[in-house]
């Protein structure tokens, strides 16, 4: 297996990309919105994947409710941003936390049943006032204890569902006031001020994987963002966040990062990323599409030693599905987001 998560081209998969795939061997695959058009399409894609990487590798996808989610109605429910949970939590914390965790395993139901059982979700960053808006009410609160409390009950109810979560972006995207897919954003705020965002990602730093930030912070590193940051990757995440789990890039396309995707991915896994995510989320070209996951997937190395232990590990965590009364959970779910006159 490649240290490395890459995507398809489109609803189908073509014989150019099952040929690739087989020959490739990537980790896993993450499916983006050029890929989700109906549940019967989506399930045979699924399978197609299966079929052509020879295993049942984990298939990704961003499905967080609100403005990101690659599943949408009107085929698939519309789930809330992390903020509806959050205004639940501070009118009744009881109330938050339960519909937070019924959300997610619902969502996460949504997903498992189409092959789905990896999210890239919950979002751990902090709402952080002038920020730039791309985090937003894709956060569940400003301080650690409400994000670290709320992120819990989401991670809790995707793994109810048999979806292994990714928290992101670590060590903290909120504070960013640029937009990572666009330019490299430099957060220049202090040791003193990170702290708090540290404190949110350790309070969820048992989840099974990590997703990195495109970010540059100077207080840890003056030079490299988190996601090629030596330093940050095993000061900063492994020994002060503490997690242990897999830890990926964000996605290689992305216009933060620089030079050509090869050396991206590079410098990501001599860094400490265990496997590097490439999406081509800017491509529209199927062509093209196939030939940066090549190119991606022709610099990254097998997966080995610790890093192939938290993939394995990490497959796991989306097995412990459990059973539900799914309408009864539906209906206490509507019961709670009504309660708070939520407009979902």
């Not at 050029?34 to 699924?46: E, T």
């Not at 519309?78 to 009881?94: E, I, S, W």
Request: aromatic fraction near 4%; hydrophobic fraction near 40%.
């Amino acid at each position: 297996m490649k240290a490395c998560i890459l995507s398809v081209s489109g609803p189908d998969l073509t014989a150019e990309e099952a040929a690739f795939l087989s020959e490739a061997k990537p980790w896993a695959i993450i499916v983006m919105g050029r890929s989700c058009v109906s549940k019967v399409q989506l399930k045979k894609l699924v399978e197609d994947i299966w079929e052509a990487i020879g295993r049942k590798c984990l298939i990704f996808i961003d499905q967080e409710g609100g403005r990101v989610a690659r599943l949408k109605a009107p085929e698939w429910p519309v789930f809330p941003p992390a903020d509806t949970y959050h205004k639940l939590y501070q009118a009744d914390q009881d109330t938050g936390i339960e519909a937070c965790r019924l959300g997610h395993t619902l969502m996460g139901l949504e997903l498992s049943s189409l092959g789905i059982h990896a999210d890239c979700s919950p979002v751990v960053d902090l709402t952080i006032p002038g920020a730039h808006d791309i985090i937003g009410d894709r956060a569940f609160g400003a301080d650690a204890e409400t994000v670290g409390i709320l992120t819990n009950a989401a991670l809790e109810g995707l793994t109810d569902a048999g979806v292994a979560g990714v928290i992101k972006h670590i060590p903290g995207h909120g504070r960013a006031k640029a937009d990572s897919h666009e330019e490299l954003p430099v957060v220049a705020d202090g040791e003193a001020e990170l702290a708090e965002d540290l404190q949110a990602f350790g309070a969820i730093k048992q989840a099974p994987m990590a997703m990195t930030a495109h970010i540059l912070y100077p207080a840890f590193d003056t030079k490299e963002p988190a996601t090629t940051s030596e330093y940050v990757i095993s000061h900063v995440i492994r020994e002060r966040i503490g997690f242990d789990g897999l830890l990926m890039s964000d996605d290689l396309g992305m216009k933060a990062l620089g030079g050509p995707l090869s050396e991206r991915a590079q410098r990501a896994l001599k860094a400490g990323c265990d496997v590097v995510l490439h999406c081509a989320g800017f491509e529209k070209d199927r062509s093209v599409i196939l030939d940066e996951m090549i190119e991606v997937a022709n610099a990254t190395p097998e997966l080995t030693g610790k890093a192939l232990e938290r993939a394995l590990s990490a497959e796991k965590a989306s097995t412990h599905r459990k059973e539900f009364d799914v309408a009864a959970m539906q209906s206490r779910y509507d019961e709670l987001m009504s309660q708070e006159r939520v407009n979902v």
